[in-house]
């Protein structure tokens, strides 16, 4: 942490120059470009005890904490700035998920990580049937979506039977309900043509009608509308019976006849756990499998697109943003007690693989995108995931519903089952020893 005189003035009592402050602040700028983040610090830590109240530097050495994960520092220093400059340009945006994930690892401190998964009592039984959904967006009025006929309500038909006889069923809930509002993603002047998507809250209604149990709400539209959409989307949500997972101040442990499942969301964005802070991650599976029988982890990463259909090793980057090394992430969620990891974001299908007994869906494409985007080719393929897990989290049994998105979208079951042609090819390819055998029914096995 900063000393503790980073707030008084120096000791010597004279006022420091000007460019010796700068100089100090960009030092610590290059440092941490550099990804030198304890050089970094050193370096902001002399411009702040030349001038303890340097907005730049206070700025930015709460970015250096935040490389580091020390969330208590962040949330000091970034309360300074906001004393000092209230309509700072960009703390107000960023300062929630700190406070955010400083109670979260206060938590995981105080209450400890949980016994390890192999230590924890799994409970006999029947097995669960979970069934699973990627990207959903179900129109935006202002963006180049639009709205779908009969507000949506048959968005889900060709999948409204399987998901309302599954025990739980989920979906990727990419985009926020509201009703009015403009995002800071768009133009002063229009929102037509930026992706920021805000649904019509009654829309909450199609999910019900589906049968949708839990959404994950840790994704990259999620803050699209700020707190107000959080706010309004969570608010609709709840009052429908429809769990949310993801935001950090969240915890979501279903009862499926006496066995317990929990729900984790992870993202690369803002107030949800990150796929890119494994260590944390680790600790927030570990302790969810102390308290259910069966953890299921949903994750929002990775490259976008048709060129991004296969999971590379390492960290994925797309637009300049790091968004993960997935291969890293997932196994070690596994490792620490999730059950079912089940990925979306890149908007395509990926392959499946079986690590330690568990299933690992690294995407599962689009699966209601409404207007406006591109279902040519491989967008517009989409599964339905049916996964039914014993109550110790063993896989009992999968199954893909092949599907395909006709423009201007919402899945129908497709007769020439070509998703299951990809995820056979896309399996095999990038996980040649754990890939997921699938028959021409979509049925999985190892």
């Known amino acids: 942490m900063l000393g503790a005189g980073y707030l008084e003035a120096a000791e010597d009592g004279d006022a420091a120059s000007e460019a010796q402050v700068e100089a100090a602040w960009a030092k610590g700028f290059e440092l941490q470009k550099a990804k030198q983040t304890d050089a970094a610090i050193a370096a902001y830590e002399e411009a702040l005890r030349l001038d303890p109240d340097h907005v730049k530097s206070l700025y930015e050495v709460g970015w250096s904490y935040w490389v580091l994960g020390r969330w208590a520092e962040v949330v000091t220093v970034w309360d300074r700035v ?3 400059d209230p309509e700072h340009p ?16 206060e938590r995981l401190t105080s209450l400890g990580a ?20 990627g990207d959903t967006m179900m129109g935006s009025p202002l963006s180049n979506a639009g709205l779908p006929k009969s507000d949506g309500a048959d968005l889900f038909s060709a999948y409204s039977e399987a998901m309302n006889a599954a025990d739980i069923a989920f979906l990727n809930l990419e985009g926020v309900l509201l009703d009015s509002g403009r995002s800071y ?57 429809i769990a949310v997972a993801g935001p950090l101040d969240r915890e979501v442990i279903l009862d499926v006849n006496g066995t317990k499942v929990g729900v984790l969301g992870f993202a690369t ?87 330690k007994e ?42 893909v519903i092949p599907g395909r998105q006709i423009p201007p979208g919402g899945p129908r079951v497709d007769p020439e089952k070509e998703s299951i042609t990809m995820l056979r090819s896309l399996s095999a390819a990038d996980f040649p020893d754990t890939a997921v055998s699938i028959d021409d029914d979509g049925r999985i096995s190892p």
Do not use: W
């Open 269 to 355: 964005s803002p107030l949800g756990g990150d796929v890119r802070d494994i260590p944390l991650a680790r600790a927030m599976v570990t302790q969810m499998a102390g308290k259910a029988d069966i953890v299921v982890v949903s994750f929002h990463g990775g490259a976008e697109g048709k060129k991004a259909q296969h999971v590379p090793e390492g960290t994925e980057t797309f637009m300049g943003e790091d968004r993960g090394d997935l291969r890293a992430f997932t196994h070690a969620v596994v490792d620490a007690g999730a059950d079912l990891v089940v990925g979306h974001g890149p908007h395509v299908l990926r392959g499946m693989e079986i690590y």
């Open 82 to 84: 906001l004393a000092l």
């Open 114 to 133: 949980g016994a390890a998964p192999e230590d924890v009592p799994r409970r006999e039984g029947t097995a669960v049937r979970l069934a699973l959904g």
């Open 90 to 105: 960009e703390v107000p945006r960023y300062i929630e998920e700190a406070r955010a994930k400083k109670k979260l690892t």
């Open 185 to 241: 993603k768009c133009p002063e002047d229009s929102d037509k043509g930026c992706y920021a998507f805000r649904m019509p809250v009654k829309y909450v209604k199609n999910l019900v009608d589906a049968g949708i149990d839990v959404v994950s709400f840790a994704n990259n539209h999620a803050n699209d509308y700020s707190s107000e959409g959080r706010s309004s989307t969570t608010g609709a949500l709840d009052s429908n019976g």
């Open 358 to 399: 568990r299933l690992i869906a690294y995407s599962l494409g689009n699966f209601v995108t409404y207007g406006g985007f591109n279902l040519s080719g491989a967008n517009g393929l989409t599964v339905l995931l049916e996964a039914d897990l014993h109550p110790d989290g063993r896989l009992a049994g999968a199954r």
